[in-house]
């Protein structure tokens, strides 16, 4: 089975070729980062134009990338959701029209769903499996007992984390994206901000960020001039840490699993990635290398190829076709 996918969810453009479960042929990405840094954050009309402006050329590129001839592809795989529907729809009207012309079909894969597979490239999944989705809009506990079958456990009742990483960098006026930034600056700094850690305890597996962000935005009203960014950067760190900590290991104590994987933008932070080392070495943690921590298409083609395999009569389908297949 030979996979061509799409994401163009947010602001990364990105085309990859996948052969069977896991072997990449070839993946090419445009991101749109320096172009909103300037912003603070994502114009939607604006990443949906560069979207276009890029997306056949990155097909192209793919293709001769991977060496492939487009005849020789299975189907076309393209992210359907969620993102910022400008955005997603000129991936899947490319996707759609790539794939009418070559008469393959093409089929929606969760966006999210793409994010879980990135640690399938990794390590095959052992199920029970449990995955923490933490990226720019989505903080989700998943407890999968199969390929394909999500089901969430936790999730935050206001930000993602992602988001309040975005938010109180803006508020330190770093740059966006904030994740990094703060991550970086986390290192240089002491915890001296004594900001809350949200456990919710009476709301079991689910998480909250708002009031975590709420608390550095007072701090920064009150002392603008003297605050200082490094020490607030380990502070915040830290208690996002320690909620994440605490709350995986309310999850150990509910659910026996035989793989934890961590994924999503977040998941490149190298706080949460020594903080898992150093409190849960024991258990088996998968974490993507950084570049299938953030948006990629190899993720949705990693999808794709379980979608199709336990449906090829393909429910998901956006374009029809027969599909040529074999699954090696
Ligand atoms: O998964 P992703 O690329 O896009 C979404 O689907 O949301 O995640 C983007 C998010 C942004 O909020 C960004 O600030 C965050 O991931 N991020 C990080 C780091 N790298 C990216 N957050 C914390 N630390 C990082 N190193
Ligand atoms: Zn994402």
Redesign the pocket.
Request: glycine fraction near 24%.
């Given at each position: 089975m030979i996979i061509l996918a799409i994401e163009s969810?947010?602001d990364?453009t990105s085309v990859a070729i996948l052969k069977g479960e896991r072997e990449i042929l070839a993946h090419v990405l445009v991101s749109q980062i320096d172009i909103f840094k300037s912003f603070g954050g994502v114009v939607p009309e604006m990443a949906s134009r560069n979207h276009v402006s890029v997306i056949t050329k990155l097909i192209d590129e793919a293709l001769n990338q991977a060496n492939i001839q487009p005849s020789e592809l299975s189907f076309v795989a393209v992210t359907k959701g969620p993102g910022l529907i400008g955005s997603l729809l000129v991936g899947i009207n490319a996707a759609t029209a790539f794939a009418y012309a070559h008469h393959i079909p093409v089929i929606g894969v969760n966006?999210l769903a793409g994010?879980i597979y990135s640690a399938n490239l990794v390590q095959p999944f052992e199920f029970p499996l449990l995955a923490l989705l933490v990226?720019?809009?989505?903080t989700e506990l998943i407890y999968m007992h199969d390929h394909m079958s999500f089901k969430i456990i936790g999730e935050t009742l206001d930000d993602a984390?992602?988001?309040a990483?975005?938010k109180v960098a803006k508020m330190l006026g770093l740059g966006y994206?904030?994740?990094?930034l703060?991550?970086q600056k986390a290192f240089l700094g002491k915890d001296t901000y004594q900001l809350p850690r949200p456990k919710l305890e009476s709301h079991g597996l689910n998480f909250s960020f708002s009031g975590l962000k709420s608390a550095v935005a007072n701090i920064v009203g009150k002392e603008r001039e003297k605050i200082d960014v490094n020490n607030m950067c380990t502070s915040f760190q830290s208690a996002v840490m320690d909620v994440i900590q605490y709350k995986l290991e309310k999850t150990y104590e509910t659910y026996d699993v035989k793989q934890t994987i961590i994924v999503?933008?977040?998941a490149?932070?190298?706080g949460?990635r020594m903080m898992l080392e150093k409190q849960f070495s024991s258990k088996n943690i998968i974490v993507p290398p950084l570049n299938y921590?953030?948006?990629n298409a190899v993720m949705i083609a990693a999808a794709a190829y379980h979608q199709y395999r336990l449906n090829p009569n393909f429910k998901d389908y956006i374009l029809g076709g027969q599909a040529n297949l074999s699954l090696d």
């Open positions: 969810s947010c990364e966006h994010h990226s720019g809009g989505h984390v992602g988001e990483y975005d994206p904030g994740g990094p703060i991550d999503g933008g977040v490149a932070n190298k949460l921590c953030t948006d």
